[in-house]
């Protein structure tokens, strides 16, 4: 099956070699003074970032930083024309992720429309909303209105037949907050019932992208944490192993989904391979190497999103050893027997991942929500 690669530059720093073995690399981060300061465009030239993803979190961050003022004269003005906290959180938003697209428009045209892509997500209150996804999946598209926007959907059991739908009427999506290899399964088969709909439709599918983002360090969080309560010397050797584990079986579906039937025809009629993203790669236990989701994480034709940290310490000492994933199958599901032969529920972990990650994105919306609601009230 064909694998997207992103472009290759000639510096021999570790993020080159991961360029140069397939890896896409995105930053897990944005604000409006990244993009003003050119350290964006600085990013893409020196530590080849080649796409970036944001979140309710790190939009939070962004706009109520107190040593941030680059959103106070928008702020200011739309609390002149009586707009919600909502409205000022979208107008915000969808600025700053279409200036970021307009900076990777040229990496967008250089990778032949592969990276260069900007995520933006929708609403994390829509999370068990069908209808309600897909309204404002096509309102984004619609409203930052780039040929290189991700819009980003929960795999929740409610964004499967969102994801559908939004890839039927030719917006690029990208998969959020995948956990489970089962839910992964889930979301491809959502992913292909989409483009089968649009290529019926009549729409070009070589304009439709997709990525599919799992989440890494924080399925080794959880995992730990009950192995440590276990507490034997058959728990310890299995500790900050079920991430990688993990991460490793869904490029193997990846691969044996996508070289399938069903996937290979609609290749053929110019889709795009739904790529694994690797999320949540910022190493949380100290214990552990710093780079160790990246590094460990290689192959032909994923994304790697890094905290701005992860990406630095990958600059400086990550190595870089060639593809890491496709030859540790077997090692892999010998970590999953052994997680059960301990009597760990792997489906019990995953679905309390899921449905951390969705309240921590509600609570981060709502704390925005009611920051940017006093910002306006104190204009007006």
């Known amino acids: 099956m064909p694998h997207a690669r992103p472009s290759r530059r000639t510096h021999e720093h570790p993020t080159s070699r991961l360029s140069d073995e ?14 003003t300061s050119g350290n964006l465009s600085e990013l893409i ?36 024309t009586g707009a919600s906290a909502e409205e000022a959180v979208f107008a915000a938003t969808t600025q700053d992720v279409a200036a970021a697209l307009d900076v990777f428009r040229p990496v967008w045209e250089s990778t032949g429309h592969v990276d260069g892509r900007v995520s933006i997500e929708v609403s994390p209150d ?12 096509k309102q984004l598209w619609a409203e930052i209105d780039r040929p290189n926007l991700l819009v980003k959907i929960p795999a929740t059991k409610a964004g499967l037949p969102a ?40 729409i070009d ?5 997709s990525v599919a983002s799992f989440f890494v360090s924080r399925v080794d969080t959880e995992t730990d944490k009950r192995l440590e309560a276990i507490g034997s010397d058959a728990a310890s050797a299995l500790k900050s192993r079920a991430g990688l584990a993990n991460a490793r079986l869904a490029y193997e579906l990846y691969e044996q989904t996508f070289a399938g039937d069903r996937a290979q025809a609609l290749l053929a009629a110019g889709a ?33 999103t890094m905290p701005e940290k992860t990406l630095e310490a990958t600059f400086d000492h ?5 593809d890491t994933i ?25 679905q309390v991942l899921e449905d951390e990650g969705v309240a921590k994105f509600i609570d981060s919306w709502h704390g925005l929500l009611e920051q940017v609601a006093e910002a306006l009230e104190a204009q007006r």
């Open 126 to 137: 829509l999370a068990h909303d069908t209808e309600g996804t897909i309204a404002q999946a």
């Open 45 to 80: 030239q020196t530590r080849n970032v080649v796409g970036v993803t944001t979140n309710p979190t790190i939009f939070a961050g962004a706009i109520t930083n107190p040593d941030d003022s680059s959103y106070d004269a928008q702020v200011s003005e739309l609390a002149k």
């Open 318 to 322: 990550g190595e870089v050893t060639g």
């Open 22 to 35: 397939g890896v896409s690399i995105w930053l897990d981060d944005l604000s409006r003074t990244r993009i």
């Open 163 to 202: 994801i559908t739908e939004a890839i039927a009427s030719g917006v690029s999506v990208n998969v959020t907050l995948i956990f489970s290899l089962e839910r992964y399964a889930e979301v491809i088969d959502a992913y292909l019932s989409g483009l089968e709909k649009a290529k019926d439709a009549g």
């Open 272 to 304: 795009n391979p739904q790529r694994p993203l690797w999320a949540s790669t910022g190493v949380k236990d100290p214990a552990l190497p710093d780079t160790l989701y990246v590094t460990e994480l290689v192959a032909p034709g994923v994304v790697n």
């Open 326 to 350: 496709t030859a540790h199958y077997d090692d892999a599901r010998a970590v999953f027997a052994g997680l059960a032969d301990l009597g760990i529920d792997f489906a019990d972990v995953t």
């Open 205 to 209: 599918l070589s304009t439709i992208h």
